[in-house]
Nanobody, 117 residues
Framework: QVQLVESGGGLVQAGGSLRLSCAGS????????MGWYRQAPGKQREFVASIGFGSSSNTRYADSVKGRFTISRDNAKNTLYLQMNSLKPEDTAVYYC?????????WGKGILITVSS
């Protein structure tokens, strides 16, 4: 059974910072591509950031978060992180942890981030 559980969400003022965590079971993070997506009210789910698997540590980011967000992982803890700095009201959304394995996407339940003006 694959489970991805996000934590660290909440309410923050614009310009502030938060760190999201994603704890996994049933999936070995070190050999799977991992990522974060988000969905704002009334909008489609969009890509935020991803990190390579195995020996690869390549990262990529959506233009909207580049320079502000940092994705990382701790393979020993089977945990994925998203450090979010200089938050903007436009970042308000439900954030989802994602794992891509053999052509299959797995998703967490999502966690709400609200950034006030």
């Amino acid at each position: 059974q694959v489970q991805l559980v996000e934590s660290g969400g909440g309410l923050v003022q614009a310009g502030g910072s938060l760190r999201l965590s994603c704890a996994g079971s049933g999936i070995i993070f070190s050999i799977n591509r991992m990522g974060w997506y988000r969905q704002a009210p009334g909008k489609q789910r969009e890509f935020v950031a991803s990190i390579g698997f195995g020996s690869s540590s390549n990262t990529r980011y959506a233009d909207s978060v580049k320079g502000r967000f940092t994705i990382s992982r701790d393979n020993a803890k089977n945990t994925l992180y998203l450090q979010m700095n200089s938050l903007k009201p436009e970042d308000t959304a439900v954030y989802y942890c994602n794992s891509y394995s053999s052509g299959i996407n797995y998703w967490g339940k999502g966690i709400l981030i609200t950034v006030s003006s």
